[in-house]
T-cell receptor, first 110, second 118 residues
């Protein structure tokens, strides 16, 4: 079957670094997406990884290891506005449907 | 680029009313759009995949006669919740992706519609 696991909730301090992990099991692999969703709002796209390694985009970086079925989102210099849920997702099939993780709620404390 | 507009943002109506939600791709043509539902503190649940010019594909457990989807043009898909009841109250979100033969194109989301049935 196809499955995605993420921690339910994490807490971090403003200005610190946090790593949000995602493990997946899929029959095939066509990349992995990370999205951010603030409470009451729709998700917004953060990153896409299809090759192994780290992709850096400003304060946010995303890492992928295909052999381990593992990805993480790294957030640096945390700001209060980073408090949100972070969802990882993988394409399901050729119709580009996504399988979504349940999301990790990140709580930032001053 | 890749902006998706969803309307209305909020709907409050009486039980038994049918509600139509529109999803438009503003600066690109979307042959495929996706409709999700999200209950409080839960993850996104894909309801159906809307295909321009053909029938939508519904996920298991989603009633196609209850949730009518029409994708009549390359920029517009509509979801109609027929005879809505309080249990249909939820956050409905649509998304679309820029057509490409590679899976690296992300889904871009509308702002969502919060539906409350009294």
């Amino acid at each position: 079957g196809q499955n995605i696991d993420q921690p339910t909730e994490m807490t971090a301090t403003e200005g610190a670094i946090v790593q949000i992990n995602c493990t997946y099991q899929t029959s095939g692999f066509n990349g992995l997406f990370w999205y951010q969703q603030h409470a009451g709002e729709a998700p917004t796209f953060l990153s896409y990884n299809v090759l192994d390694g780290l992709e850096e985009k400003g304060r946010f970086s995303s890492f992928l290891s295909r052999s381990k079925g593992y990805s993480y989102l790294l957030l640096k210099e945390l700001q209060m506005k980073d408090s949100a849920s972070y969802l990882c997702a993988v394409p399901r099939d050729s119709n580009y449907q996504l399988i979504w993780g349940a999301g990790t709620k990140l709580i930032i404390k001053p | 680029g890749a902006v998706v507009s969803q309307h209305p943002s909020w709907v409050i109506c009486k039980s038994g009313t049918s509600v139509k939600i529109e999803c438009r791709s503003l600066d690109f043509q979307a042959t495929t759009m996706f409709w999700y539902r999200q209950f409080p503190k839960q993850s996104l649940m894909l309801m159906a995949t809307s295909n321009e010019g053909s029938k939508a594909t519904y996920e298991q457990g989603v009633e196609k006669d209850k949730f009518l989807i029409n994708h009549a043009s390359l920029t517009l898909s509509t979801l109609t919740v027929t005879s809505a009841h309080p249990e249909d109250s939820s956050f409905y979100i649509c998304s679309a992706r820029v057509p490409a033969d590679h899976s690296n194109q992300p889904q871009h989301f509308g702002d969502g519609t919060r539906l409350s049935i009294l």
